[in-house]
Every structure is written in C-alpha cells, then in structure tokens.
C-alpha cells in the first residue's frame, strides 16, 4: 500500500540546477525520515540527504552547500533542490521512506529505509 514516486530528473549543464520531488503516500508522512539516495554505475548506493521527521536533516560532504532538502507534510511532499550541478552528479537518485515511524535513530545510510521509488535519472554534461 506503500506507493513511492520521485520525478524531476533530466539532463542539465555543469552549473546547472534542477529541482526533484517525491510523493509517498500509504503511511503518515510526517512520522518518518525521508531521504535522497544516488547510485552511479560502478559506486554503492549513497545517502545524498536526508530529513528527519522532526526536520533535522543531513548533507553529503560533497554536496552540502549546492544541494537543499524539505519536506511539506500537508502535501506529502519531500523535495531536493540542486543547483550548481557537477558531472559527478550524475547518477540515478532515489527517494525513500525509513521502515520504521518515529525512529529515534536519525541515518541517511540506505540500510535504515525500507520503501522506495524507482528512481529518476540526472545526467549533468560537461
């Protein structure tokens, strides 16, 4: 009953900037970390940030001061707004839902979530 869908991927200039957005519906949103998570071929999967449910939130180092989260609870909405987008953001980026409400345990390791979309493609060029 978990459905999960992120959109708002694409193709995009080095200093570019692209905005992605994620629904889950089927649980109470606002009761659970959230998260943005990429995967390039050849690399494991990586926590890119994650918001808690009490809004504490997390950043990669390598893009922490490009990239912003937020989540909107009355939408059940998560975005991820990047801007100045390197080649080495290339990758195909994924939203997920923590499997457990109210976790006292914030972690944006891909472990910890439990429902996932299928993904939406960002390709930054050179």
């Known amino acids: 009953q978990v459905q999960v869908v992120e959109s708002g991927g694409g193709l995009v200039q080095a200093g570019g900037s692209l905005r992605l957005s994620c629904t889950a519906s089927g649980l109470t949103f606002d009761g659970y970390h959230m998260g943005w998570f990429r995967q390039a071929p050849g690399n494991e999967r990586e926590g890119v940030s994650c918001?808690?449910?009490?809004?504490?939130?997390y950043y990669a180092d390598s893009v922490k001061g490009r990239f912003t989260i937020s989540r909107d609870n009355a939408k059940n909405t998560l975005t991820l707004q990047m801007n100045n987008l390197k080649p080495e953001d290339t990758a195909m980026y994924y939203c997920?839902?923590?499997?457990?409400?109210?976790?006292?345990?914030?972690?944006?390791?891909?472990?910890?979530?439990?429902?996932w979309g299928q993904g939406t493609q960002v390709t930054v060029s050179s």
């Open positions: 997920a839902v923590d499997r457990q409400n109210y976790n006292h345990i914030f972690s944006c390791a891909p472990g910890p979530f439990g429902y």
């Open positions: 918001i808690s449910w009490i809004g504490g939130t």
